[in-house]
């Protein structure tokens, strides 16, 4: 089995470690990130740049690439460039923080490299772990985030698509784990309403000139079957399966027109 896995918090990042940690059992694991954080940048591609790609060595001595782009450079560069053939599955993750609701779904970078995968006809998971800011601990300045639940969870799972395959013509599953869940295994949920209230906070410059940081408040009226409430209020992982199909209301459109 060959995985291709990427992220958007960059490829130093400790949540691509401790996935590639989690699912190297499997088979050959090539690790393919962007240099630094890509968090908010959703499906972009770079196309009036070029792009570098170079080796570096994660923290375990074991060999990763770098590149100089967006998660979906990162996982077209890792199919087409790196990669002597296509993967049978990409992992893009263990993101740090949750990607849950239809509001922020498409400006998620975890998403876009999974979405990029499942647009090439590969199977792909998208990863995040919820993160209490009590459970975040510094080493040395580094910051230390516990996966182990998440390795959990993502270790079943890639066994289940191993053995079964993926179900149905299900291509793309956006998976949420709290980091220390009730159960290790996952609900299929839907997507909830939005994972922040959004906000834009005004400030001044020392010569008087605004400028604007946007801001959110994470948002707590969702239905109780979907992925936000259940991570949040039930503190169990959430799977959802997502599709690129993005059409609707085509006979509602046809009788407008």
């Known amino acids: 089995m060959k995985i291709l896995l990427s992220n958007d918090d960059g490829v130093d990042a400790s949540g691509i470690l401790a996935l590639k940690q989690a699912v190297e059992e499997f088979g050959e694991v090539y690790v393919v990130a962007p240099s630094n954080q890509q968090s908010g940048i959703g499906h972009a591609l770079t196309l009036y740049e070029p792009l570098r790609i170079n080796k570096t060595i994660l923290r375990d001595g074991s060999l990763a690439y770098s590149v100089s782009g967006t998660p979906t450079d990162a996982v077209t560069l890792g199919v087409y460039e790196i990669m002597d053939e296509k993967p049978d599955l990409v992992i893009s993750g263990i993101n740090t923080g949750q990607n849950t609701g239809k509001g922020e779904l498409t400006t998620s970078g975890t998403l876009g490299a999974a979405m990029e995968?499942?647009?090439?006809?590969?199977?792909?998971?998208?990863?995040?772990?919820?993160?209490?800011?009590?459970?975040?601990?510094?080493?040395?300045?580094?910051?230390?985030?516990?996966?182990?639940?998440?390795?959990?969870?993502?270790?079943?799972?890639?066994?289940?698509?191993?053995?079964?395959?993926?179900?149905?013509?299900?291509?793309?599953?956006?998976?949420?784990?709290?980091?220390?869940?009730?159960?290790?295994?996952?609900?299929?949920?839907?997507?909830?309403?939005?994972?922040?209230?959004?906000?834009?906070?005004?400030?001044?410059?020392?010569r008087g000139k605004p400028y604007y940081w946007i801001t959110g408040e994470l948002h707590t009226d969702n239905p109780v079957d979907t992925d936000g409430y259940i991570l949040q209020n039930k503190n169990l992982p959430t799977l959802t399966p997502l599709s690129l199909d993005m059409t609707y209301g085509l006979d509602i459109l046809k009788d407008w027109i």
């Not at 639940?149 to 698509?161: D, F, G, M, Y």
């Not at 980091?179 to 290790?184: G, I, K, Q, R, V």
């Not at 299929?188 to 906000?199: E, K, Q």
């Open 117 to 206: 995968a499942a647009s090439l006809g590969i199977p792909a998971i998208a990863v995040s772990q919820h993160i209490d800011k009590d459970e975040v601990k510094f080493d040395e300045g580094a910051v230390e985030i516990d996966f182990s639940s998440t390795q959990r969870v993502v270790k079943n799972l890639v066994k289940k698509i191993r053995d079964n395959g993926m179900p149905g013509d299900i291509k793309l599953l956006n998976l949420n784990v709290p980091s220390n869940p009730d159960s290790y295994e996952p609900v299929i949920a839907g997507l909830a309403n939005r994972m922040y209230l959004p906000g834009v906070e005004k400030r001044l410059d020392p």
